[in-house]
């Protein structure tokens, strides 16, 4: 089976950000769909659809628009691995896409057409489909842009004429905020990373600068209720609000200064 995820991770060092390196896609009945709000050099929206065990990924630098008559310029980038739709946090400066990341929307989608396969009518360069999330909903369409870049990886994000599009509304302006911890892209710091358990790369060179930012961020905190918690609960960020159990769920990371492996 390829490596779908080679350049993802030629791209990144997995000891210096706190991005996902893999991840295993759950058997749900839908596949699932997530759009990260990115602050990097330029705020985007990173649009990602699973398919062949990997999210598809786009960057839209204006994000989705209901209007049917908006065609938004959507980026085709690396895959990326299943778990970073479950990424949310700050990838540190001098890493790939350094900046702050939200979850600014996500559920599941439904392919419509062309013909009955996703992967195919992807390599055809269009597919539509259905998004069931908390901001994104109805059909949508990507449809590659022929022959202007030589890059060749130039979409359009288009939303199809349904009982959901509108002209008037402009969803990023309305619904700005992370659906898991309701801040804005540029409120999210380091202490609210979630991190997955990185496996393949642990120890490469721990503690990463999320999980040292972490620490000094618990270090200023004042001692009264650690006594009942787990070092593992503290970590998740006290001001977030809980999470789905799989996006949440409290597996021991890398040592820091202040937690030892249990
Ligand atoms: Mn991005």
């Known amino acids: 089976m390829p490596d779908r995820l080679k350049k993802y991770k ?24 997530v759009i990260q709000k990115h602050h990097a050099s330029r705020l985007h929206y990173d649009f990602r659809l699973e398919m062949e065990g990997v999210l598809k990924s786009w960057a839209v630098p204006k994000g989705p628009s209901y209007d049917p008559t908006v065609k938004r310029l959507a980026m085709m980038t690396e895959d990326h691995p299943y778990d970073y739709a479950s990424f949310e946090g700050v990838i540190p400066a001098g890493n790939y ?41 109805g059909e949508w369409a990507l449809v590659k842009i022929k022959g202007r870049s030589p890059k060749g990886n130039e979409w359009l994000l288009i939303k199809h004429r349904d009982k959901y599009a509108n002209p008037n509304v402009d969803v990023t302006e309305v619904a700005p905020r992370s659906i898991i911890s309701n801040l804005d892209v540029d409120e999210i710091g380091a202490e609210n990373t979630w991190q997955s358990d990185r ?9 990463t600068l999320a999980s040292r930012l972490a620490a ?16 593992g609960a503290r970590s998740r960020g006290a001001s977030a609000p809980s999470r789905s159990s799989r996006a949440r769920s409290p597996r021991p990371t890398r040592p820091t200064g202040r937690r030892r492996l249990r």
Not at 14 to 25: H, L, Q, V
């Open 216 to 231: 000094e961020q618990q270090a200023t905190k004042k001692p009264a209720s650690r006594s009942s918690r787990s070092p």
């Open 10 to 33: 030629e791209m990144r060092d997995f000891g210096e950000t706190p991005e996902p390196a893999g991840g295993k896609p759950k058997r749900g009945k839908l596949p699932l769909f």
């Open 97 to 137: 896409g350094a900046g702050n990341v939200i979850i600014w929307d996500n559920g599941t989608w439904e392919f419509i057409e062309p013909g009955d396969d996703p992967v195919k009518a992807l390599q055809q360069g269009k597919l539509t489909f259905r998004l069931y999330g908390k901001k994104m909903f």
């Open 199 to 207: 496996k393949a790369t642990y120890g490469r060179r721990a503690p």
